[in-house]
């Protein structure tokens, strides 16, 4: 069982008085929006229909693996290959509200070994809607998401634009 150490509060030990250090350093929000032109259901759906969020999500069709069971407690895993090397992507939901709101706590062992909050807002805007992303993530890691994000946007996009003229 875990215990407090006496003299550092940010530490813990455990009954073989190993020290396993905590990492609490400030997160940062890094906060993206993106209009599309189709209803909030539809980019809803796009987040949480295993095959369509293969074709943009994460791994960005080359997605060898998507599970997705979008409900509070659920849990989604994507795999794939990006930039040539496989990752994988794990999180568990936190709130669900279709079609407005799924805030979820993501890990990419590649990249980092603590779960980030992603937080993505719906609001319909006439025909369309507007879609506001905020990621809650280390300092360092600031640009990078912002970049990464920025990109699977543009692919959600993409996708959404797709299916439109299939649909029509």
Not at 22 to 33: E, G, N, S, W
Not at 84 to 103: A, I, N
Not at 145 to 157: E, K, S
């Amino acid at each position: 069982m875990l215990q407090p150490a006496g003299s550092t509060p940010k530490s813990w030990v455990d009954s073989t008085r190993e020290t396993i250090a905590m990492d609490i350093k400030q997160l940062i929000d890094v906060r993206l929006t993106r209009q599309f032109s189709v209803p909030p259901q539809r980019v809803f759906d796009s987040w949480t229909d295993s095959k369509t969020a293969g074709k943009w999500l994460f791994a960005a069709g080359q997605s060898s693996c998507v599970e997705i069971d979008a409900r509070v407690g659920g849990w989604f895993y994507a795999a794939g290959r990006r930039k040539g090397q496989k990752v994988e992507y794990v999180g568990e939901y936190l709130d669900v509200v279709r079609p407005h709101r799924l805030v979820f706590a993501l890990l990419a062992e590649k990249y980092s070994l603590n779960f980030e909050r992603v937080a993505v807002e719906l609001n319909a805007h006439g025909v369309g809607c507007e879609l506001s992303l905020t990621h809650a993530t280390k300092p360092e890691f600031m640009r990078q998401a912002r970049r990464d994000w920025a990109n699977v946007l543009a692919r959600l996009a993409a996708v959404l634009a797709q299916t439109g003229r299939n649909a029509a």
